[in-house]
């Protein structure tokens, strides 16, 4: 049987008599979207128990519930069940640490294996009828820390809290060579590249991406960095690296030499958010995996890990 997501306030002391659908919408921010899901597609509203209307009136202390609908998922989702690494979970949202070998969807190259097929497994599993939510994207080849929302609801407060800047992901890169200052902030505008599908590159006609980084330890050769995104654009991370001449290792669509690393050494390692109905501060980490451990190893590199708290 599937389990029906429902969400409950009390309205605060100090407000008004109001209408159900101004609380709903100006107090507890439910699009006009989410509110007609409710009314079509077999939600309900309830007031201190009793079934009720957007046109309810309500008042200081009395119980709002909203019963949100089943979500219907694309035919292209077909469950996978296969082990997720679920660093967090509750009725709202999952933190995963997604694989390397991981796309976070299916793609018509890579119709299977896909974290959302994963996902959808999981919640098939736990009689859970929810759609996939990713809140952030993590490229394949890149690996680490990945949020996903198990409803509309949660998915539209988490997306407005990404866009103030209230979730926020740190990612370790191994680079060649070594970046000129230890720390710095990197402003290009990223744009596709016109003679590709998938790659794209710094152009005066992209849109803004700022990257800022540090480094965390160096070789002759290689650099150990930690990098924050205060924009989200495609590929950001590889493609400023790589025009200011330090292409990650293992990234060879962007010059990345290939021998130690068959993809890029980008690993999402830590992550902070809001949550979307507590609004507790949440922050998770995890380590680095194997294969960049096993680089870093190779480069003389993996002390400086230790030192790092890694």
Known sequence: MSKRIVLTWHV???????????????????????????????????????????????????????????????????????????????EHL?????????????????PTGSLAQAVIGHYEKSG??????????????TSG??????????????????????????????????LQRATGRIEAPIGRN???IIERQVRDDGKQAITHYQTLAKSASHALVELTLETGRTHQIRVHLSWLGHPLLGDDLYGGDVSLLSR??????????????TKEEMRFQTPLPGDMQHCLGELGLHDSLKERGF
């Open 12 to 90: 605060e002391e100090g407000t008004g008599p109001m209408l159900l659908r101004v609380f709903l919408r100006h107090y507890k921010h439910l699009s006009k979207r989410a509110l007609a899901a409710v009314k079509f597609s077999g939600g309900q509203l309830l007031v201190n128990g009793t079934v009720v209307t957007v046109r309810a009136v309500v008042q200081a202390g009395d119980l709002v519930e909203v019963h949100l609908p089943p979500e219907e998922r694309s035919e292209s989702l077909v469950p996978e069940h296969v082990a997720l690494d679920v660093v967090y979970e509750d």
């Open 194 to 196: 016109p003679s590709s």
């Open 128 to 141: 859970i009828h929810a759609t996939f939510h990713p809140v952030n994207r993590l490229d394949r080849g």
């Open 264 to 277: 890029q050494a980008l690993h999402c390692h830590r992550l902070s958010l809001v949550h979307p109905i």
């Open 145 to 178: 820390l990945l949020t996903i929302a198990k409803h509309r609801y949660a998915h539209e407060r988490m997306q407005t809290s990404q866009k103030s800047g209230n979730l926020k992901r740190q990612y370790v890169a191994v680079i060649q060579g070594t």
């Open 94 to 110: 999952m933190v995963v640490n997604k694989s390397s070998e991981m796309l976070t969807i299916p793609s018509r190259k890579h």
